[in-house]
């Protein structure tokens, strides 16, 4: 069974950093794509960041320069270290990974962005 744990969220003054933890267990990790995504109220779902198996990475244009991802295939975990966090970033964070044509997602993490 495939499970994702997110860990890491909490509420961050503007400006400051929060790094994010997923946690897989249940499949070979290594070969796997891992996303970060992120679900702010009223909005849908949006992708922020993906790291291939061979350790490509990919960003959304609003975070580039501010947030990596991360990930560390012996312990089994992606992470998304989040820099000069906005406002505007206050959201559930969400993790995800794909097997063949399934889909996995951890249950989410709340980062709160305040003045």
């Known amino acids: 069974q495939v499970q994702l744990v997110e860990s890491g969220g909490g509420l961050v003054q503007a400006g400051g950093s929060l790094r994010l933890s997923c946690a897989v267990s249940g499949t070979i990790f290594s070969s796997n794509f891992m996303g970060w995504y992120r679900q702010a109220p009223g909005k849908q779902r949006e992708l922020v960041a993906t790291?291939?198996?061979?350790?490509?990475?990919n960003y959304v244009d609003s975070v580039k320069g501010r947030f990596t991802i991360s990930r560390d295939n012996a312990k089994k975990t992606a992470f998304l270290q989040m820099n000069s966090l906005k406002l505007e970033e206050t959201a559930v964070y969400y993790c995800?990974?794909?097997?063949?044509?399934?889909?996995?997602w951890g249950q989410g993490t709340q980062v709160t962005v305040s003045l």
């Open positions: 995800k990974t794909q097997i063949g044509s399934w889909p996995y």
């Open positions: 790291i291939t198996g061979g350790g490509t990475t």
